[in-house]
């Protein structure tokens, strides 16, 4: 895990440091409240919610990284094979985001931090978790190009015993 946690922190820090050194500043005209990465990212917890697996799993780059919580992802064909799978497996899961906050590092790039939870059943019972992803605009577009997530919390209903 801290090897992890490690990994997704270096590649925050390169991330900004690039944005840094190729003289970009952050945007004037977004303010993070309507920037356009907020409303992409809660689109995709809709898109997921409601398990239209394309409209999702276009939300992130086709060389995505994600470190999640039940192993590592790189490239859009393995994320799009995980949550079909967790879509069959779990067809009333729905995802809860309680908070979501914005960092614009540059013109090109913004973090997003943010907390989750996770309803396997769709109520009831849940796992918790923080996470954060680094979008960026490619070809005019915001997509998703790095994430990590674990968990924070599991309810005592979904503990294995």
Same mark, same amino acid.
């Given at each position: ?84 799978? %967790? ?70 209903? %979904?503990?294995?015993?």
């Amino acid at each position: 895990m801290k090897k992890l946690m490690f990994v997704g922190v270096m590649s925050l820090i390169l991330l900004n440091g690039y944005s840094c050194k190729n003289g970009n500043t952050i945007a004037d005209d977004y303010i993070v409240d309507n920037h356009p990465v907020k409303e992409l990212f809660l689109s995709s917890i809709e898109a997921f919610n409601q398990r239209k697996l394309e409209l999702f799993v276009d939300n992130f780059a086709s060389d995505i990284k994600m470190y999640g919580t039940d192993g590592n992802y790189f490239g859009q064909d393995l994320l799009k094979d995980r949550f079909e799978i %967790l879509f069959k497996q779990f067809p009333n899961m729905k995802m809860e985001i309680p908070e979501l906050t914005l960092k614009i590092l540059s013109n090109e790039v913004v973090m997003v931090n943010f907390k989750w939870k996770l309803y396997p059943m769709g109520q009831g019972p849940a796992y918790w978790g923080i996470g954060t992803g680094i979008y960026q605009k490619l070809d005019n577009n915001w997509k998703e190009i790095l994430e990590v997530e674990t968990t924070t919390k599991v309810d005592e209903a %979904l503990k294995q015993k």
